[in-house]
């Protein structure tokens, strides 16, 4: 059935699979990108130890964490536009799918980056205070002894649970079809809704999900094992 | 080289440091001791800035610590620091844990770095060990690689904080021996230990420390030999039973 044309646009039905998969692919790189850079910077701000910055910090996870995602994402798509009129121009203005797209990374790279934040921040902690000081000791200042001894074993202590929130990123990125964009998911029921084949519709998007997954997966496991420390024990059982 | 002048500390209403006054002259070796809490820990690390105080003055070769105008990071990279933990890099080779902050900090070229590292590397008696990772040495080992990177900065002084307490017994002297070496080439140490054999051998000073105050501060014969405050004499009995 998958080879069979779809109604509209000239295509195939697994031509349909494969667009929606692009959009996900590319949310997720996206969003991964942003909620990556953020993350790192909100939570290694937060164990700086200035009390503003850990309050901004402290606020910025809270509220990404404590809204549901569905409603963030409709915040972004529906409310966001109506606070900028530049981008309500934009929005009005441009294909629908670009809109989409952005919101959709947006929704998802802040809410990501609230969660890795908070996973940064762990493992700057769990550190031995002594690493800090003895970085501080040799005369490296505060941003070095950040890039050069704290953050580097912090992001190895923590790839197993990154691991964890990219598979997450990708599998919230089926969220983005409530907003319409054509992703995955959005395929999928749309090849239901035309074929009656729900069963086979999503048993395909299942698939892909689970290879995109594993494959990410298969990534990061690769990453640790490059930048495993020899002779070291990680603190937590792997 | 070192001043320390009525520095007293607090955390939040407990005080840590009461009114301290000592020194280090250029080229003395310094013994602190006393018990556990006594703020051994909190008034070294005050002479390189690493805990801030409250009162008082402090100062390493004229530098004042406390004043907000100080490049506290520049005046800790002339003074070198030895951990109980031995806090090395664990990601960085031993190579790297040497060259690291005469690279980044003294500006140093990687080359110049790796070998003024490795050149203290065999001083420490530790060449063959330059390729491997910190969490593949033994604690002494460790402990003389935390020396030998921060003997890498050409310290004008060193600190150290319990360098030998977190080591099995038959690391100690590996460690000692190298400090022993140190003090008898001039280094101006001022050193947080138990050992009093150490002490005999190179300190010319001997502090006491209790309850955040130095209750003596004595010649090292003045301290091993005549009466001296009941609270150290009991404090050297107990520690010297072992
Ligand atoms: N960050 C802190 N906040 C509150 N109190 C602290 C802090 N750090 C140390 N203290 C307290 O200050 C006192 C002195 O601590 P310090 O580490 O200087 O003692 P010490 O003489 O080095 O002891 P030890 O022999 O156990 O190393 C202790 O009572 C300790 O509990
Ligand atoms: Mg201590």
Not at chain 1, 86 to 104: E, G, N, R, T
Not at chain 1, 107 to 134: D, H, K, M, N
Not at chain 2, 164 to 184: F, G, K
Request: with cysteine.
């Amino acid at each position: 059935m998958f080879l069979q044309d779809a109604p509209e646009g000239g295509v195939q039905y697994w031509e349909l699979l494969v667009s929606g998969l692009g959009w996900t692919l590319a949310v997720s790189a996206c969003a991964w990108v942003i909620a990556l850079l953020l993350g790192s910077a909100i939570g290694t701000l937060r164990t700086t130890h200035r009390a503003w910055v850990t309050r901004v910090g402290n606020a910025w996870v809270e509220l990404f964490r404590n809204i549901p995602l569905l409603v963030q994402m409709f915040l972004w798509y529906f409310v966001a536009p109506e606070f900028v009129p530049a981008l309500k121009s934009w929005v009005i203005a441009a294909d629908p799918a670009h809109a989409q797209f952005l919101s959709a990374v947006l929704c998802l790279g802040l809410f990501t980056s609230a969660r890795i934040a908070e996973q940064v921040r762990a493992g700057i902690q769990s550190l031995p205070q002594g690493q800090r000081l003895a970085g501080m000791a040799l005369g490296l200042r505060e941003p070095q002894v950040y890039r050069y001894v704290l953050l580097p074993m912090a992001f190895r202590i923590i790839i197993p649970p990154l691991t964890s929130e990219t598979m997450n990123l990708i599998k919230n990125s089926s969220i983005a079809l409530t907003i319409g964009l054509a992703e995955l998911t959005f395929r999928a029921r749309e090849i239901g809704e035309y074929t009656f084949h729900f069963f086979e519709a999503f048993s395909a998007a299942t698939l892909i999900y689970v290879a995109i997954a594993m494959a990410a997966n298969r990534v990061m496991a690769l990453v640790e094992r490059r930048t495993a420390v020899p002779g070291y024990i990680a603190h937590g059982a792997k | 080289m070192i001043t320390i002048d009525n520095v007293s500390k607090w955390y939040g209403a407990f005080q840590v440091l009461d009114g301290c006054t000592t020194g280090v002259q250029k080229g003395d070796v310094v013994v602190v001791c006393g018990p556990s809490g006594s703020g051994k820990s909190t008034l070294i690390k005050c002479v390189n800035g690493l805990e801030p105080f409250q009162q008082g003055d402090i100062t390493v070769d004229g530098i004042p610590v406390g004043s907000p105008g100080t490049d506290l990071p520049k005046l800790r990279s002339r003074v070198g620091m030895v951990f109980q933990h031995f806090e090395l890099f664990p990601h960085l080779s031993i190579t790297q844990n040497l060259a690291l902050a005469q690279v980044k900090v003294l500006k140093r070229t990687r080359d110049e770095a790796v070998e003024r590292g490795l050149k203290l590397l065999d001083r420490v008696g530790l060449a063959a060990q330059r390729e491997k990772f910190p969490g593949q040495l033994s604690g002494g080992q460790q402990q003389r690689v935390a020396i030998a990177r921060a003997l890498s900065m050409d310290p004008i002084c060193m600190l150290f904080d319990e360098p030998t307490s977190a080591l099995d017994p038959e690391m100690i002297n590996e460690v000692l021996d190298v400090m022993v070496q140190l003090a008898s080439d001039g280094m101006t140490m001022m050193v947080v230990t138990h050992e009093m054999g150490f002490a005999r051998k190179v300190a010319h000073r001997v502090i006491f420390m209790d309850h955040g105050r130095i209750v003596e501060d004595a010649t090292k014969d003045d301290f091993f030999g005549k009466p001296h405050s009941e609270r150290a004499q009991q404090f050297l009995a107990k520690i010297l039973q072992h």
